[in-house]
């Protein structure tokens, strides 16, 4: 893995059975069942730019993602970046043995500083025979890794540049939005880039379709900042 970590340990000091709680995966389980989960899981810091996995690199790590945002992202023949995913926390990702959630061709970058907790191959095949319920919990993660994978295919294959990149504002806003007025605002701050990476197309595309949206009251834009009006850009996106 690029970048520093910092282990349990040293920078730091939190209980991890609070922070395991908030993932997805063992969100059902009972206090002393996350108390099991906490002997095997090991805390991270990763500092904000580490690529966290790669295709030529594999690494049988499970990721816990419980602060900051991933990008997970692939890179073309030709060196262009397409953003698959962005995830926040409680989110799981990366490859086993025996496992994948769906990441095996796929770069993860930390967009944001992020604490991350991480398990074995082994740990993880015990904690699923002990707890059924965080196996059946895996394949519904799994499958809505799926889902959004064939959906931004199909976009890519079939909307344009503004329609798809609303549809990414609007499932943004859904996922890692706060209300603000009438508007929700995205707690991620993303460039005009990265939104390009997201969509597929050009950093001026962007500037020019958000101009755009901007222009017809569906977002409003800031510094590294976004606001959508979800509920005026769900009935546009309805309307096409």
Known sequence: MEGNLKEEGEDVRVDKSAYLNQ?????????????????LAALQEVPRGSVLLEPTR????????????????????????LTVSLLGPGNVFG???GLSTGTRHSFAEAVTDVVV???????????????????????????????ELEDLLERLALASV???????????????GAPDGRLVRLE????????AD????????????????????LVRTGRRRLWVDLERARRHLEAQ
């Open 95 to 97: 490859e086993l043995e």
């Open 117 to 147: 907790c991480t398990l074995r191959d082994a740990d993880l095949e015990r904690l699923m025979r002990t707890y059924p319920e965080v196996a059946v919990r895996m394949v519904r993660i799994l499958s809505t890794r799926l889902r």
């Open 198 to 217: 997201m969509v597929g197309c050009s950093r001026e595309s962007v500037t020019l379709s958000l101009r755009e949206l901007a222009e017809q009251g």
């Open 23 to 39: 993932i997805d995966l063992f969100r059902q389980l009972s206090p002393e069942e996350l108390q099991a989960v906490d002997r």
């Open 188 to 195: 991620v701050e993303l460039s005009h880039q990265d939104l």
């Open 58 to 81: 594999f690494e049988p790590v499970l990721y816990l993602l419980k602060r900051g945002y991933v990008r997970l992202y692939r890179v073309s023949p030709e060196g262009r970046q």
């Open 162 to 176: 503004r329609t798809r990149l609303l549809h990414l504002l609007v499932k943004l806003a859904e996922r890692f």
